[in-house]
């Protein structure tokens, strides 16, 4: 793929390029397979290959043009472009082709054992938490971080008050809570989140609402909507949680032809119907939705498109 850095054709003009999505039976796996395979039918003699990606190593990959294509939350392709945390240098030919969903709100999840009610409390207090914000680099690091930030509290703060930030998948860090070695857990997930709904038959947990103050501040931040998970998403929950939403896109690089990316979003839109079926988290996907990637920059080729078809 490095070798066909800006979009590859073979000398018949059909295209070569590879889709880097996330860890193998997730469901950006599924999400990856869907678009690959929907683009092979779409367009003749293509080949579209998936492999194996990290949210923020995604976007890097894109850039460097190690692959063509990516899933990448909006937030960390907003920071990728910017060379903000948790980025070191600016990746600033990041570009957008489509929106992929939306409806990825922030769950913020503490153990009741740990005796923690608000956000202001943790603030105020500095109760010694034990805080999972899974991968490094990863949106739900991103995120937990930036709302630790919204109520002034950073890393260093956690650790000094006798707690810790731990690097762990979300599967991991369930266990870990249930062995009393976390305390708190911070993930975007969809709703209802099916590992969330399975933990809570062993865990006594909550999910802890943001005022509107931080909310503004995350949103600002990342680029992210405001957003509910209603109190019957989840049997634990007596109330609504006020929170915030991400979105998955699928992201380019600019030094890719105009027309290549033309093509891919003219045919992602041809096979809406097909892409609906093919993943439960897609059904909300529209022509309309497609170019709402964020406040990411579209692609020439993809706003081209979105353009002619009057949804731009």
Known sequence: ?????????????????????????????????????????AIPGSAFTLEPGQDGANAALVHSGKVELSLVHASIARAAIAGTFPF??????????????????????????????????IGARRPPLRIAVNTRGSLMEL??????????????????????VLFYPLNTSYELMQRRRVDAIGVTVQVPSTQTLAASRLLNFDLLSLSPEAVGFVNRRLGTDAATIPRDAYPFLDRDIQTFAGRVLLITRGAVPEEE????????????????????????????AMPQVGGVPLHRGAERFYREIGVL
């Open 88 to 121: 070191e240098t600016a990746h600033a030919d990041v570009r957008a082709i489509t929106l992929i969903y939306a409806d990825v709100p922030f769950h913020f999840i503490v153990d009741r054992r740990a005796g923690v009610r608000t956000f202001e409390e």
């Open 261 to 288: 990316i033309y093509q891919i979003t003219r045919a992602l839109h041809g096979r809406l119907d097909h892409l609906r079926r093919a993943h439960s988290s897609l059904t909300a996907l529209t022509p309309e």
């Open 1 to 41: 793929a490095a070798a066909c850095a800006g979009g590859c054709e073979t000398a018949d003009g059909a295209m070569r390029m590879t889709l880097a999505g996330a860890s193998p039976g997730g469901a950006w796996s599924a999400v990856g397979e869907a678009i690959t395979n929907e683009l092979r039918q």
């Open 143 to 164: 995120a937990t971080r930036t709302t630790l930030e919204a109520y002034g509290i950073g890393y260093d703060d956690i650790r000094a008050a006798g707690g810790d």
